[in-house]
């Protein structure tokens, strides 16, 4: 019986230390101008003033020393669609006002820019996805890179993550 105890406790042990070692610590991202799920006023659209809605982090890790943010749309005709990519976020971030930029690196988004770009689904209802990521480093990326060497320069480097999701139509 203890070592059926100690085994069962080793093995969850070890599966939190791979979880969280694999980015599996989980951190909150939320926004006050939609719950999660829950459809994104148009302010924040290619419809309306096409800012970003603020945004809300916590539970940032302590030995986090930057934060990623990384707005898509898995549901586009094309694909995966970045709107908005930015790393070098200080860990020290809890909120992101609307319509504002946190100071770090910004990259380019899949409509060919820099900056956040809202949604704007071409048909139907898309899921947009506000993704953030605590790193164990900054990133050397120059400004203006695009999501693939963003991905690639994560990799092995998340310590905690979390997303919340947000849907939107067009008005036709």
């Known amino acids: 019986m203890r ?4 085994a069962g406790a080793s093995a969850i042990l070890l ?18 101008a939609f719950q999660q799920g829950a459809n994104i006023p148009s302010k924040f659209s290619c419809d309306g003033a096409n800012t970003s809605p603020p945004l809300q982090i916590s539970d940032v890790p302590s030995e ?3 934060l990623v943010l990384i ?15 930015i790393w070098n976020i200080s860990s020290q971030t809890t909120t992101i006002a609307e319509g504002s930029t946190p100071k770090g690196v910004q990259g380019t988004n899949d409509f060919g820019k820099s900056g ?6 071409p048909s139907g ?9 605590a790193l164990d480093r900054e990133l050397d990326l ?5 999501r693939g060497q963003l991905d690639a320069a994560m990799k092995g480097h998340v310590v905690a993550q979390g997303e919340v ?4 139509s067009r008005k036709k």
Do not use: E, N, Q
Request: with cysteine.
């Open 3 to 6: 070592k059926a105890i100690i």
């Open 15 to 32: 599966a939190a230390i791979a979880s969280f070692a694999a980015g599996g610590a989980k951190m909150k991202i939320t926004s006050s």
């Open 64 to 66: 986090a020393k930057s």
């Open 71 to 85: 707005v898509d749309d898995p549901d586009a005709p094309s694909g995966l669609f970045t709107h908005w990519v």
């Open 116 to 121: 956040y770009g809202g949604p704007c689904p």
């Open 125 to 133: 209802t898309h899921r947009y996805y506000f993704k953030i990521f």
């Open 142 to 146: 120059p400004f203006g890179a695009k």
């Open 165 to 168: 999701m947000g849907r939107y």
